[in-house]
């Protein structure tokens, strides 16, 4: 069965202080992994996506990169206005034709 | 620009009343998904959609319907049915296949009253 297991379920860093967060995924023949942003009271916002090991994409302060178990999400110098929920999903190769998300990192960044 | 649009971004349901959310797409995207999510418990797929006048139930589907009569439309039924309907409803859309990933909408938070 496709999983997502993402860790930590919550992080807290000072402003500056960098970090990754984890996203370890169980799935038949990869075919892409998202990374979203999701924001209190709003919809999650894409950020992301890599479709195969040793790919990496970068904006601002974010780094995703992928491998053939799990994508890490790098926050480079943090600010207090990357204070979010971040969700990653996986699309599979089964017949199943839906992505399946992880429950989510809460970081916040205090100043 | 194209989007998802989800109204109202606020709705309150007195108990016994069925509540109808709107959800609205002009990206062309020929699936559509509707999610609950509840504190520390993600997303929960409750209907999805591939193509007009077809839909699928997902792992929470009972207390709900949907209907699909227009590709660009997705409305979701929470009717009285559903004992816990207090919760942030999320709609997506997409390509036939994924790819790309989804677009969400914005939610609407809903509130038993």
């Known amino acids: 069965e496709d999983q997502v297991t993402q860790s930590p379920e919550a992080l807290r860093l000072q402003e500056g202080e960098s970090s990754s967060l984890n996203c370890s995924y169980t799935?038949?023949?990869?075919?892409?992994l998202f990374w979203y942003r999701q924001d209190p009271g709003k919809g999650p916002e894409f950020l992301f996506t890599?479709?195969?090991a040793g790919e990496e994409k970068e904006k601002e302060r974010l780094k995703a990169t992928l491998t053939k178990k799990e994508s890490f999400l790098h926050i480079t110098a943090p600010k207090p206005e990357d204070s979010a929920t971040y969700l990653c999903?996986?699309?599979?190769?089964?017949?199943?034709?839906?992505?399946?998300f992880g429950t989510g990192t809460l970081l916040a960044v205090q100043p | 620009d194209g989007g998802i649009t989800q109204s109202p971004k606020y709705l309150f349901r007195k108990e016994g009343q069925n509540v109808t959310l709107s959800c609205e797409q002009n990206l062309n995207h020929d699936a559509m998904y509707w999610y609950r999510q509840d504190p520390g418990q993600g997303l929960r797929l409750i209907y999805y959609?591939?193509?007009?006048?077809?839909?699928q139930k997902g792992d929470i589907a009972e207390g709900y319907s949907v209907s699909r009569e227009k590709k660009e439309s997705f409305p979701l039924t929470v009717t009285s049915a559903q004992k816990n309907p207090t919760a942030f409803y999320l709609c997506?859309?997409?390509?036939?296949?994924?790819?790309?990933?989804?677009?969400f909408g914005s939610g609407t938070r809903l509130t038993v009253v």
């Open positions: 890599l479709y195969s």
């Open positions: 999903a996986v699309l599979g190769g089964g017949a199943t034709n839906k992505l399946i």
């Open positions: 959609s591939q193509i007009v006048n077809d839909f």
């Open positions: 799935v038949s023949g990869l075919r892409g």
């Open positions: 997506a859309s997409s390509l036939d296949s994924p790819w790309e990933g989804y677009t």
